[in-house]
């Protein structure tokens, strides 16, 4: 069952994010091949840690903690909306709070349920 996530989660993601320094974001080509077939006009990496990065700003952003990835680290999975459209997204935080890793950016796969 979805929770708020950690504040402190969010800011150090979203802070990363809006860097858009790519040594400190690993964006599976998964994720990016699958946020383009959404979005075909949004294909530069900085689109889509834009669009991440915003929902991260909102205290009453749920979703759930995903501890069983293969990479230590914090992962939360979560639905947002963008441009009109929901958006599932997996995103892990590694130790020392530097580097991300996009896991998914997709449409939920579930409806709008994680």
């Known amino acids: 069952m979805p929770h ?6 969010r800011s150090a993601v979203r802070s990363i994010l809006k860097r ?5 974001i690993l ?8 946020w383009q077939d959404m979005f075909p006009d949004q294909g530069y990496d ?6 991440l990065a915003t ?20 992962t939360y999975e979560f639905i947002f909306q963008h441009e009109s459209r929901s958006v599932y ?3 892990n935080l590694l130790p020392g709070n530097k580097i991300v890793i ?8 579930k409806g709008n349920t994680l």
Do not use: F, V
């Not at 964006?27 to 699958?34: E, I």
């Not at 929902?55 to 995903?66: A, R, V």
């Open 55 to 74: 929902p991260l700003t909102d205290s009453s952003l749920m979703g759930n903690l995903k501890p069983n990835m293969n990479e230590p680290g914090t």
């Open 102 to 109: 996009i896991y998914s950016a997709h449409r939920p796969l």
């Open 27 to 34: 964006l599976r080509k998964d994720a990016r091949k699958d």
């Open 20 to 24: 858009g320094d790519m040594r400190n």
């Open 89 to 91: 997204a997996k995103i």
């Open 46 to 51: 900085y689109q889509i840690l834009d669009a």
């Open 4 to 9: 708020p996530i950690p504040a402190d989660w």
